[in-house]
């Protein structure tokens, strides 16, 4: 054991991988312990100056990583041709160790464990650092709190393409159960992968069993790139229906049908957890209504309003219209009618009156015909039965008009389809001698009335869809900046104060972005101050 790596002091050994060893040391330049893996001296790798220095390399990129729940790397360096790495000394103990004494945890810890190794893996992905290498041994359980944090961020993936063979016997495949199908085919790889490995250990979690398990690394290779696992709802049947579907999901073969991101993940987790625990589920993501529905929503009620009035508006005109047109045709007429039976009533020739009737009902299409006398006796009409008898009053007519002394009555009747009833006076040197009373049917003006109202209608339903589509589309156009602002801010929440919104615009949105990448340099440069 050495007794100094660069000015750290060296006090006593952690452990040993396959190609590194991991000391406790002492920097006293800040009076501060802390954990030293040092390269071993490989007669392959420990050889390779490329390997050296894309090792450091992609330490030095995973040194920007600062979240709870990943140890922070303090420095990078190289003594003797054997690089190494400062970290931060975690008291706790690896998930590997704690798994082999208890190889099956409550549902609580399994799920804690996930929600916070998902955050720990959505902030790296969102600096373009992939894990690869995520397991147990790479999983710190911190003593005396239900935290763990993530190490080994940069390493696992510092092979060279020609160094695959002498890998397999390394770090990396060391424990090959937890690699993805795309690692094992040797195909690109990138943060998916990670939440493969995520869904290996969860299933190993709530069952106590890996989902890939053989004698022989050639036969489990195969099974993780072909072999679908026992469905985790057999191995552990008491298991909440929704943590088998992420687990299954997690652990699907081809990375386009696995949860996409570490915060989708976390969310997933976090309803479940939430739901064990008996607390309501946080509401901020649940009720938010996206911007582009609130738009549409908002322009569908605004353009209803005016245009639904204005229809009824319409439509009630219209009415005037078509009743103005009615009373008008069938006042003339009667009116007509009254001028013809006014000698035949006087002279009391209800022959002739009769003949008249009987003739104008062969031509024109009425309900009844009525010649009423000043005495209130019909003296004629179409309908036989009715003749010399007293004329009663329609029950229940309404006045819609009146037209050159011609009243025009709305009759709705039980037993019968509507009718207008045109009373006009028969009138002799000016003085009324009695009344014709026409029936004529409602039926083609309340056609006419609906046709009109049905196309208002139709019209104005195609006016508000057209509107709260063109808004739907004008709010999603709106909404592409405003998630790009939110991914920004949450880049500040999460501490990257490197991030900027490299897109220009000649607008309002482009001054958002402006002050947004001004309030990141400020911050940027007070942080340096502090």
Known sequence: MPKEIGRYQIQEELGQGSMATVYKAYDPRIDRSLAIKILKDDKVLGADPEYHHRFLQEAKAAGVLSHPNIVPIYDIGEVED??????????????????????????????????????????????????????????????NQNTIKLTDFGIARMESADKTHQTLAGEVLGTPQYMSPEQVLGKKVDARSDLFAVGVILYQLVTGQRPFNSDSLATLLFKIATDNPKPVGDVAPNIPTPLKKVID??????????????????????????????RPQAQSHRRRIPLRVKWALIMAVVVSIPM????????????????????????????????????????????????????????????????????????????????????????GAQPVAEINGVVVLSHERVDAPPVFDFSAPVLFQDKEIGRVHLGIPQTAYNKASSKSLYSLLTLTGLAIAVTTIIAYLFARLLSGPVRILEHAFNELRDGNLRHR????????????????DEMADALRKLSRHQ
Not at 121 to 135: E, F, N, P, Q, T
Not at 381 to 395: A, M
């Open 249 to 278: 999901k997690l652990l699907q073969k081809k990375p386009e049908k696995r949860i996409q991101s570490g915060r989708e993940l976390a969310n997933e987790l976090t309803r479940i957890l939430h739901q064990l625990e008996g």
């Open 308 to 395: 639904i009035s204005g229809a009824f508006y319409i439509h009630h005109q219209q009415q005037r219209f078509l009743l103005d047109q009615v009373a008008g045709s069938g006042g003339s007429l009667a009116e007509f009618l009254a001028v013809q039976n006014a000698i035949p009533l006087l002279s009391q020739d209800w022959l002739q009156m009769q003949t008249f009737i009987d003739e104008v009902a062969k031509r024109q299409s009425s309900n009844y015909l009525l010649v009423v006398d000043h005495k209130g006796i019909i003296r004629g009409s179409n309908q036989p039965e009715k003749v010399n008898k007293r004329y009663q009053k329609l029950p």
């Open 501 to 516: 919104i490299a897109i220009k615009r000649n607008d309002e949105l482009g001054q958002l972005f402006e002050g947004f």
């Open 82 to 143: 054997h690089p190494y790495i400062a970290m931060e000394l975690v008291e706790g103990t690896p998930l590997d160790r704690l798994m082999q004494a208890e190889p099956k945890f409550p549902l609580t810890e399994a799920l804690t464990i996930g929600i916070q190794l998902a955050e720990a893996l959505h902030y790296a992905h969102g600096r373009g650092i992939v894990h690869r290498d995520v397991k147990p041994g790479n999983i710190i359980c911190l003593r």
